[in-house]
């Protein structure tokens, strides 16, 4: 029987303390009181088990405080320490939280393995057993397998040990985390293996982002024209033009790398309304993006960086910043934008 609820300390206590093999906790955050739970809740297991711990990693997660890596290294060398076997994954849009015990009790729920999730937010959960639990945990292995990442344990402290003053310092300025930290994040990238491809044959610079905002004072009745040349300027005082370099940038390079998206873009330009922000809907167009990002996660230089737009983009964009992005309005409305400008230039 399945059993909706309000989810409670007790209820992931119950999932833990009923493991026997294998304990599985996937959620896209987790904080210090709430691996506590599970450590105290483990300390009295009889048998060496399997903990499989499925999560999301970002800096930007880090500095807004919605996870805390410092805990979560501390709670898998406790368990490594207690002999049981870890299985620590990560997938960059995971956004699914489940907890299990075995193939026999799942806990699906919309709360993250934090104190948030099981005491202070309006959550709701739901009791899984045997079949039901076992297919829960089926199509979640499915869903999200193909996109796991697995660290070492001591990689994620080196990656701790080694970013923690910025991330102290970008928690201070968080309207400029994506800047404060791209090393942090070109480093996770590529402890994930991400960015290993080679660079494309389109290499924007500062001129050319010059020459488009000069091409947009002729195009004030397109669609975002306007805003994204305010934002060149920074005549709104919104301190944006980092991020229209950025996505002009990340725009130029992935039409490079694409063409095909080239003419749809331009063309569903002329089909928005003045006020319109383009929403990502075309055909293969959000898996091409996303793919491209991971493949170029690391690239950069003196003009452009893809760790900055992946610190400034949400994970629906192929982006690791907490709680929205900084840079989603701007990125959307560059696209169609950037494609008209290739096409009416001939580039």
């Known amino acids: 029987m399945t059993i909706a609820h309000v989810p409670s300390w007790e209820d992931l206590v119950e999932v833990v303390t009923s493991a026997q093999s294998r304990l599985w906790l996937c959620s896209p955050y ?5 691996l506590g739970k599970v450590t105290d809740a483990l300390a009295s297991a009889d048998n060496a088990l399997t903990v499989r711990v499925w999560t999301r990693m970002s800096p930007s997660d880090w500095a807004a405080g919605a996870s805390d890596y410092e805990s979560l290294y501390s709670f898998l060398v406790l368990m490594a320490e207690a002999g049981h076997k870890l299985d620590f994954s990560v997938s960059q849009r995971l956004h699914a939280k489940l907890f299990a015990a075995d193939e026999s009790l799942a806990l699906l729920t919309s709360a993250n393995l934090s104190t948030g999730g099981f005491e202070r937010s309006l959550e709701l959960s739901a009791r899984l057993r045997d079949t039901d639990a076992f297919d829960a945990m089926h199509a979640l292995e499915t869903a999200v397998g193909p996109s796991l990442r697995s660290i ?4 994620l402290k080196t990656w701790i040990d080694k970013h923690l003053a910025a991330v102290n310092k970008a928690r201070a300025r968080l309207d400029k985390e994506g800047d404060e930290l791209a090393e942090a994040q070109a480093d996770l990238d590529r402890l994930l293996g991400f960015g290993a491809s080679k660079r494309t044959n389109v290499e924007p610079t500062a001129a050319d982002l010059n020459a488009f905002a000069e091409w947009l004072t002729q195009q004030t009745g397109l669609p975002g024209a306007e805003v994204i040349f305010e934002r060149y300027h920074n005549t709104g ?4 033009t980092g991020h229209v370099r950025q996505c002009f940038a990340g725009w130029m390079r992935f039409l490079g790398a694409e063409s095909r998206f080239v003419e749809p873009l331009s063309t569903e330009l002329g089909n928005m309304k003045p006020n319109e922000i383009f929403d990502m809907d075309l055909p293969e167009l959000s898996d091409a993006w996303a793919e491209y990002l991971d493949d170029h996660a690391t690239d950069s230089n003196d003009f452009y960086s893809h760790p900055v737009l992946r610190g400034i983009l949400p994970p629906s964009l192929a982006g690791t910043r907490h709680g929205g992005g900084g840079g989603i309005s701007t ?3 560059m696209g169609p934008l950037v494609a008209r400008y290739i096409t009416e230039k001939g580039m």
Not at 30 to 34: E, I, L, Q
Not at 152 to 155: L, R
């Open 152 to 155: 070492e344990i001591a990689a």
């Open 331 to 333: 990125f959307k409305r």
């Open 30 to 34: 987790v904080k210090d009181r709430a």
């Open 237 to 240: 005082g919104q301190n944006l």
